[in-house]
C-alpha cells in the first residue's frame, strides 16, 4: 500500500486489484474476465493493454482511480457471447485533477476500431470518464497525446449514439446514449506535458470585407428579432431581402450599387468545387463531363418527360456569411439565398445535436426542436419556388458538415420532409449519372452473411435475402460461406444483374477509403478496391444496396466516402444507412422497399425509398407475435428466434427510417 506497484503482465480469470495509498502503479498487460481494480491515492497509473472481456459470459468491470495521471494502452471490457459489457469508469481526479490517455487500439466486435470497448452481445458495459481538463484542456477521442484516445469509444453499434468516433474535441462535460457514455470534465490543474512544440508568429489575420447591403439586413434581422432571407439575382446583383416574423413577413427590394462580379454561371463554378473535392478524395480523376446550370434544367425536364417526376437540384453551402441555397430548377432562372442566422458555429451544433437525438430512438421527441431549426434554414427559404412549380423530387449537393444530416426527418411542426418530397443526395451533378432506365425487369444479386467471427451477428439476414430475391423480386442468392470475394466478382458481372444487395456489415470510417469496407465471408472488401469490380462497365450496375452500414459521423472525410459511394462503387445509385438500425427495422425497410420498386406506378428508386419510410412512419410496418406485419402481399413474416422474443415493436420513429438515403441518381 506504501511503496510503488511495478509488475509485468497479470493473468487473473477472477480479477485482480491493486491499490497503493502513497505510491504509484505501472503494470505490463492485465487479462482478468473478472474485473480490474486499480487505485493510486498519490500517485499515477501507467499500464499496457486492460482486457476483462468474456467470451461466455459478462465482461469484467474495469475501474481505474488515480490523483496523477492514468495511461493505458486500451481497455478491452466485451462480452462476446449471452452477457453485458463490462463498465468502464476512469477517475482522474480523487484528490486532485488529472488527466486520462488511451494510447493505443484494437478492432472490436462490431468492426470499430477502438481504444474502449464494452460492446456486448446482449448490451454494451457503461464508460465514465473524469478528467481535469476544465473548459481549457479537450478531452479528444482520436488523439491521446495529452488528453484522450487513439481511437474510438463504445458501447456498441445498435444506434450512433453508442460510439463517439474519431475525432472528437470536447472541453466540457459531454454525455450521450441516455448518460451510459459520460466524458465529464472536472476543476484541475495543468498536465505534465509532452515537450512542447514550437509555434510559429501568426500571420496577421485577414479581415474580410463585408458586403454592406447583406450585413444592414443582417442587423436589421437582429433588431426586429426576426428571420433574414438574403435573395440575390445572379443575373443583375439585385437584392430582394424579407424578415419572416410568425405569422408575417416584411420585404424590401433594393438595386445593388456595388460592382457585381458574379460568375456567368455560378452552377458551373459550384458543382465543379464539389467535383474537384471528390477527386481530391478518391485520388483520381472522375470525369471531364461539363455542367452548367442550362444542362441541368434539360435533364431535369428530360427526367419529366420519362418519369413524370418534377425535380429541382439545391446545392448548399456553408459560408462565413451563413448558409447558401442555390436552387436549380427545370424552369426560369436559378434562385439564390443567404440565410445568415445559419452561421457555420451555429448550423453544425443544431446538426449535431439533431443527428444525436434523432438515432436514439428512446428520445422520443428530442430531436424535433434541431430538426424545426434545420427546416426553417434548408426548406422553408425555397419552399414557395416548389409549390409554384409542383416540384416533387429534391436532390441535394451538400458541404461538408451537411451531408450526414438525415433529410428525410426535416419536421415543419406538422410533416416531416419525408411527406412532402422524394429525396435524393450527390456529389456533384457532374459525377452522378442522370440517364433513365427502368428496373422493372432487372434482376437482383443478393448476398449476405448472418454469422461473422469478430463482429455480431446479423440473423435477419436469411430472411432478408429470401424475401428480396424470391418473394418480393426475381433474383439469386449467396449466403455465409458462399458469401466470398471471388463470387462476388464473378456472379455480378457474369449475369446481367441490374441490382446488387448486400446484406453485411459495413463501415465509412476515417479520411483513407482503404480504411472503410463490407465485411465479406473471407475477406473485407475496402472501397479502395471497389471500382476493381467493374460494375461502371456497361451495362452499369443499376443499384448497389448496402442494408447494415455505419458512417463515422461528424468526420467529414467518412461522409465524403458515404456521400460518394455510387461513385466509388461505379454503380449509377446506392442506398445506404447513415447509422446501423437494428435488424428488424431495415428488415421492415428493406422489404418496403423492394415491394414498392416493383409497383407499376413508382417510377424512381427514390420515391419506393420514400413510400417505404412513409409506411413506416405511419405505423404500418410494425413487429407482432414475433412475427413481421404490414409488408403488402406478403402477410405475415415470421422473424427469426433472436428477434421473435423480443417482443412487439413498433417502428414509427425516425431512428428506424430517416438513415436510409438514396446516393447518387434518385432516377
Keep these: 500500500n506504501d511503496i510503488d506497484i511495478f509488475t509485468n503482465n497479470i493473468i487473473s480469470p477472477k480479477g485482480t486489484t491493486l491499490t497503493s495509498t502513497n505510491g504509484q502503479i505501472t503494470t505490463g498487460n492485465i487479462t482478468s474476465t473478472g474485473g480490474i481494480t486499480l487505485t493510486s491515492n498519490t500517485g499515477q497509473i501507467t499500464t499496457g493493454i486492460l482486457d476483462s472481456s468474456n467470451r461466455n459470459g459478462d465482461g469484467g468491470d474495469v475501474t481505474l482511480n488515480a490523483r496523477g495521471n492514468i495511461k493505458v494502452s486500451s481497455i478491452d471490457a466485451q462480452s462476446f457471447n449471452n452477457g453485458t459489457g463490462g463498465n468502464v469508469t476512469i477517475n482522474a481526479d480523487i484528490t486532485s485533477p488529472s488527466y486520462f490517455q488511451a494510447t493505443d487500439s484494437f478492432t472490436d466486435q462490431n468492426g470499430i476500431n477502438a481504444s474502449i470497448s464494452t460492446a456486448g452481445s446482449e448490451d454494451g458495459g457503461t464508460i465514465i470518464i473524469y478528467h481535469g481538463g476544465d473548459g481549457e484542456i479537450p478531452f479528444i477521442v482520436g488523439n491521446s497525446q495529452t488528453n484522450g484516445t487513439a481511437g474510438a469509444i463504445t458501447r456498441g453499434d445498435e444506434e450512433n449514439r453508442q460510439t463517439i468516433e474519431p475525432s472528437r474535441d470536447y472541453y466540457f462535460t459531454h454525455k450521450q446514449d441516455s448518460d451510459r457514455i459520460q466524458i465529464i470534465s472536472v476543476l484541475g490543474a495543468v498536465p505534465i506535458p509532452p515537450a512542447p512544440i514550437p509555434v510559429p508568429e501568426p500571420n496577421p489575420p485577414v479581415i474580410p470585407v463585408e458586403n454592406p447591403i447583406e450585413s444592414l439586413a443582417t442587423l436589421v434581422g437582429d433588431i426586429l428579432d ?44 459550384i458543382d465543379q468545387l464539389f467535383e474537384d473535392e471528390y477527386e481530391e478524395y478518391f485520388g483520381e480523376n472522375l470525369t471531364d463531363e461539363n455542367v452548367t446550370s442550362q444542362t441541368i434544367r434539360e435533364t431535369l425536364k428530360t427526367i419529366k418527360n420519362q418519369t413524370g417526376k418534377s425535380a429541382v437540384v439545391v446545392y448548399a453551402r456553408s459560408l462565413s456569411e451563413g448558409l447558401e441555397l442555390t436552387l436549380v430548377r427545370p424552369e426560369n432562372i436559378l434562385i439564390r439565398k443567404i440565410i445568415p442566422s445559419a452561421n457555420p458555429t451555429i448550423l453544425n451544433q443544431t446538426v449535431t445535436d439533431f443527428v444525436e437525438n434523432l ?7 428530442g430531436y424535433k426542436n434541431s430538426s424545426q431549426q434545420l427546416y426553417q434554414w434548408l426548406i422553408a427559404p425555397i419552399e414557395s419556388h416548389l409549390k409554384e412549380l409542383n416540384i416533387d423530387t429534391l436532390i441535394f ?3 461538408g458538415g451537411l451531408r450526414h444530416i438525415p433529410l428525410a426527418a426535416l419536421y415543419d411542426g406538422q410533416h416531416f420532409l419525408i411527406e412532402k418530397y422524394s429525396l435524393g443526395s450527390i456529389p456533384s451533378f457532374s459525377l452522378t449519372n442522370s440517364r433513365y432506365k427502368t428496373l422493372k425487369n432487372a434482376q437482383v444479386l443478393g448476398m449476405g452473411a448472418s454469422e461473422f467471427q469478430q463482429l455480431r451477428p446479423l440473423p435477419a439476414v436469411p430472411l432478408e435475402l429470401n424475401l428480396i430475391t424470391q418473394q418480393l423480386w426475381s433474383g439469386t442468392s449467396y449466403l455465409n460461406q458462399q458469401f466470398t470475394l471471388n463470387n462476388l466478382q464473378t456472379e455480378s458481372r457474369r449475369n446481367p444483374f441490374g441490382i446488387i444487395h448486400l446484406a453485411t456489415h459495413a463501415n465509412f470510417n476515417d479520411s483513407d477509403p482503404s480504411n472503410s469496407y463490407i465485411q465479406l465471408w473471407d475477406t473485407q472488401l475496402t472501397f479502395d478496391k471497389l471500382r476493381q469490380m467493374g460494375w461502371y462497365q456497361p451495362p452499369q450496375i443499376e443499384l448497389l444496396t448496402l442494408s447494415a452500414c455505419t458512417t463515422a459521423l461528424g468526420n467529414e472525410q467518412a461522409e465524403l466516402g458515404f456521400a460518394g459511394l455510387a461513385v466509388q462503387a461505379g454503380v449509377k445509385s446506392a442506398l445506404a444507412s447513415l447509422w446501423k438500425v437494428n435488424d428488424e427495422g431495415t428488415l421492415a425497410l428493406m422489404s418496403g422497399f423492394y415491394w414498392q420498386l416493383n409497383q407499376p406506378n413508382v417510377t424512381i428508386k427514390a420515391e419506393a425509398l420514400r413510400q417505404a419510410q412513409i409506411a413506416m412512419l405511419r405505423g404500418e410496418a410494425y413487429l407482432e407475435r414475433g412475427q ?9 413474416i415470421p422473424l427469426p428466434d433472436e428477434l421473435a422474443s423480443q417482443g412487439n415493436k413498433k417502428l414509427s420513429h425516425p431512428y428506424y427510417w430517416s438513415g436510409f438515403t438514396m446516393i447518387g441518381s434518385p432516377w
Design 397 to 399: 449537393c451538400m458541404d
Design 628 to 636: 413481421l406485419q404490414g409488408i403488402p402481399n406478403l402477410g405475415e
Design 226 to 269: 426576426a428571420q433574414t432571407i438574403i435573395n440575390q439575382n445572379h443575373e443583375t446583383g439585385d437584392y430582394s431581402i424579407s424578415w419572416n416574423f410568425p405569422g408575417d413577413q416584411i420585404s424590401l427590394n433594393v438595386n445593388n450599387p456595388l460592382p457585381f462580379n458574379q460568375p456567368a454561371d455560378p452552377v458551373a463554378e
Design 359 to 365: 438515432s436514439n430512438p428512446s428520445e422520443t421527441d
